[in-house]
């Protein structure tokens, strides 16, 4: 019999992308390395940058993927600074979903600013690649606040963007539309596909902790307590988002009658969800890991079940009072204060004892305004005296 000369199959663009994929978030990995620190949420800082990418790429490469403008785009998509090799992988297979990262990297860090605004601990942020430098590194539990809002912002974003169709993999949850309910009402309009964004969160955002310790890493059973930590403190802020889903409805009827409801599925606002994190902070459990298996913490002798909802922390809180600028900490002096709050804001607890000093501050505003025919508005200025208190 002859033999007959088989002609080899071009692969798809889809393909060459998923093939591709392993190569590139290790030559790109090795491109961040150079910033030891770096982490994902400094794309919330900086946001997507695809143009200084596209410059730097090889020549080699470049007349490579010529016929392939999917794969240059991915490539250049994911080579964003922060990235562990890791989530490169997983960005090169959902390359159109970096930006909602981004802008969940975004809304985390300023809910986390906003929450904390009052408190000895504002979320300082730093010029680093790390966002937060030491207090990401400490393992406290505003380092379990900082994982928990990030990882919720990411699924509000991803979700956010399957429900306005900024995304071609996904769009509404259409699993119960139609469908009636035994309250009478009907499944309808767009819910919030909430499935698929805590899907890709869990990829994207927990890849790096996913990674099983090298032979040769010191203190490894440390290390894997801290991954562990993480990954739960990541989990916990996801649940939140799940937790206030909630119903929205419409009325269909003569004159507004609602002798026809239909009802979708939605999100809460961001600032509802850091809330209620904002709670589970002032709860949060300090867990000596005993073993990598389970979570537990120690009451009165007898050992009780973390609830996956719970935030965890291994270390205490380092002393925001003084600084210490080798750890990025600025301590509270300078700080405005509250003389007559009894909460985080009040001189006594933010300024931790030290005292405050008092300033008198003029203050100028137009008041009793008239309108005057025709057609203006005519106001006086008037100047008013404030009190404002910095701590010494």
């Known amino acids: 019999m002859r033999g007959r000369h088989r002609q080899r199959r071009r692969p798809s663009n889809s393909n060459r992308v998923l093939l591709a994929a392993t190569a590139t978030c290790w030559v790109l990995a090795l491109t961040h390395l150079h910033s030891v620190a770096a ?43 922060g990235l562990s090799a890791q989530q490169i992988a ?28 009052n408190e000895r601990w504002n979320c300082t942020t730093t010029d680093e690649q790390s966002v937060f430098g030491y207090i990401l590194e400490r393992g406290s539990k505003e380092t379990a606040f900082i994982y928990a ?85 990541n989990e916990a802020g996801r649940q939140v988002v799940d937790k206030l889903m909630r119903n929205q409805c419409r009325c269909h009827g003569i004159s507004g009658s609602c002798e026809l409801k239909t009802c979708w ?34 009451s009165k002798g007898k050992r009780l079940k973390v609830d996956k909802g719970d935030l965890v922390h291994i270390h205490r809180s380092p002393n925001y009072c003084v600084p210490d600028l080798q750890k990025g900490i600025p301590g509270t002096s300078g700080r405005v204060c509250n003389k007559t709050s009894q909460g985080p804001d009040s001189c006594d607890l933010l300024c931790c004892g030290r005292g405050y000093n008092t300033q008198v501050m003029k203050h100028k505003e137009r008041c009793q305004c008239k309108f005057v025919w025709c057609c203006y508005v005519r106001c006086k200025t008037c100047e008013t005296q404030i009190d404002r208190h910095t701590c010494k």
């Open 90 to 117: 997983v960005c090169m297979q959902h390359p159109g979903n970096l930006r909602s990262v981004s802008e969940g990297a975004r809304r985390g860090i300023q809910e986390c600013q906003y929450q904390f605004r």
């Open 39 to 81: 982490n994902w949420m400094y794309l919330g800082v900086v946001g997507i940058d695809t143009t200084a990418a596209l410059q730097h790429q090889q020549p080699a490469d470049a007349a490579a993927e010529a016929d392939d403008p999917e794969l240059v785009e991915a490539r250049a998509a994911c080579s964003q600074p």
């Open 149 to 233: 809002v990030t990882s919720a912002g990411v699924v509000h974003a991803v979700t956010q963007a399957c429900s306005s169709g900024n995304l071609t993999e996904c769009s509404c949850d259409s699993s119960r539309h139609g469908k009636n309910t035994k309250e009478g009402w009907k499944w309808g309009g767009c819910s919030d596909n909430l499935d698929y964004g805590m899907e890709f969160a869990r990829k994207f955002v927990d890849a790096p902790d996913l990674v099983k310790p090298d032979k040769n890493v010191k203190r490894k059973k440390a290390w894997t307590k801290r991954m562990q930590m993480n990954l739960h403190n």
């Open 265 to 298: 599925r939605t999100m809460p606002s961001f600032n509802e969800i850091g809330d209620m994190l904002k709670q589970k902070y002032h709860q949060a459990v300090q867990v000596p890991i005993k073993t990598p298996k389970r979570l537990r913490r120690k």
